[in-house]
């Protein structure tokens, strides 16, 4: 007996794929200047990466270097070491 095979998978929905806009905002805004909106790029970088079947790994990077970048501007101004802050 013979089956027949199962059709194959749908592919992706159709739009604009903006996985790694997403996750390179992120990174750099992350990184640099503002670790909440690296966080948030982050998370909608995996929301997109889930979405169209890619890897969600800029994503990943994009929310740890927030994570980062508050905990360090943290640690920084508790010990008042954080050069933009001006105590005078």
Same mark, same amino acid.
């Given at each position: 007996?013979?089956?027949?095979?199962?059709?194959?998978?749908?592919?992706? !929905?159709?739009?604009?794929?903006?996985?790694?806009? /997403?996750?390179?905002?992120? %990174?750099?805004? $992350?990184?640099? =200047? =503002?670790?909440?909106?690296? %966080?948030? @790029?982050? &998370?909608?970088?995996?929301?997109? #990466?889930?979405? &169209?079947?890619?890897?969600?790994?800029?994503?990943?990077? #994009?929310? !740890?270097? $927030?994570?980062?970048?508050?905990?360090?501007? #943290?640690?920084?101004?508790?010990? $008042?070491?954080?050069? @933009? /802050?001006?105590?005078?």
């Amino acid at each position: 007996m013979t089956t027949p095979y199962p059709p194959p998978p749908p592919p992706p !929905a159709q739009g604009r794929d903006r996985t790694t806009l /997403w996750g390179v905002l992120g %990174i750099v805004l $992350g990184l640099i =200047c =503002c670790g909440i909106l690296g %966080i948030i @790029f982050g &998370y909608l970088s995996i929301r997109d #990466a889930r979405r &169209y079947g890619q890897s969600p790994l800029l994503g990943y990077l #994009a929310i !740890a270097f $927030g994570v980062i970048n508050i905990i360090g501007g #943290a640690i920084l101004r508790a010990t $008042g070491n954080y050069p @933009f /802050w001006n105590n005078d």
